[in-house]
């Protein structure tokens, strides 16, 4: 008896093959598949088919060019529809006092981030409503970075982005200057938005004679400790305690100003 692995099992008749050279779409590159496929002279379907997995960027030399089925390739692979639609580019412009509902705004979403921060803008920070007056009555000076609508228009919940003040810091040697209110929305953040705000603080203390920049921040935005030091800050050993509604206590940062940002 024939052991069974020596049975050889007919095989039906089959047409000359035919290569389907297909668009494939890669991160990098164009590229073809060839996809050969064997046909039997009386089946309306494929009889049996094999794909070449490597790719072949010019056609199937082995194949009789009126044999060749050539799919057409795209000019590029289809673009993605973005999940999110992308921000305008922010403009960035001196702040004014009509500024005031949208910076509070803009605070409020920040410290909102945080657990047991609360904004009494009533109670504890009243010069928000006017803050663009208090910070030029200290000969200081202040931004927003604004998005979408009129740049000149005030700035609200939905147009800002990102605020900025710097003045000189009180109590502290000549030369020295203090950042305030450096806050950026979650939308635009890693954008570059907050470096751009801080080298407008940086750029208008030098301007003023500044030699040194100092800054106080919440001990719970781990956040921007991150920028700060990244940016060159160094945060000391000296802290500060408000007695505020929110029992915050602050890191002190310092940065020497060289001769570039």
Sequence with gaps: MRRRRDLKMPRPAM?????????IYH?????????????????????KSWMDPR?????????????????????????????????PVPVIRPLVDADGEGLIALIDLCWSAY???????DAELPELRHYASHVGA????????????????????????ASCAVMAA????????????????????????????LVRAI???????????????????TEGHAFYEAQGFTRGPLTR??????????YRYDLPLGSGA
């Design 15 to 23: 047409s000359p093959s035919i290569d389907v050279v297909c668009p």
């Design 27 to 47: 991160t990098n590159h164009d590229a073809r598949m060839t996809v050969r496929l064997w046909f039997s002279g009386t089946a309306p379907h494929p009889q």
């Design 55 to 87: 790719p072949q960027m010019g056609e199937a030399s082995d194949v009789p060019r009126h044999r060749r089925i050539r799919a057409p390739m795209p000019d590029a692979a289809p673009a993605h529809t973005p999940l999110v639609t992308p921000l």
């Design 115 to 121: 657990p047991g921060c609360i904004l009494d803008v």
């Design 138 to 161: 200290r000969g200081g000076a202040a931004w927003v970075a604004v998005a979408g609508g009129d740049p000149a228009a005030p700035a609200t919940a939905d147009t800002i982005l």
């Design 170 to 197: 009180e109590g502290e040697p000549a030369g020295h200057f203090e950042l305030f209110k450096l806050y950026v929305s979650p939308r635009a953040r890693r954008s570059g938005l907050a470096r751009r705000m």
């Design 203 to 221: 750029e208008h203390a030098r301007d003023a004679g500044g030699r040194h920049l100092m800054l106080w921040t919440d001990t719970r935005f």
């Design 241 to 250: 305690a408000l007695h505020d509604l929110s029992r915050s206590v602050e």
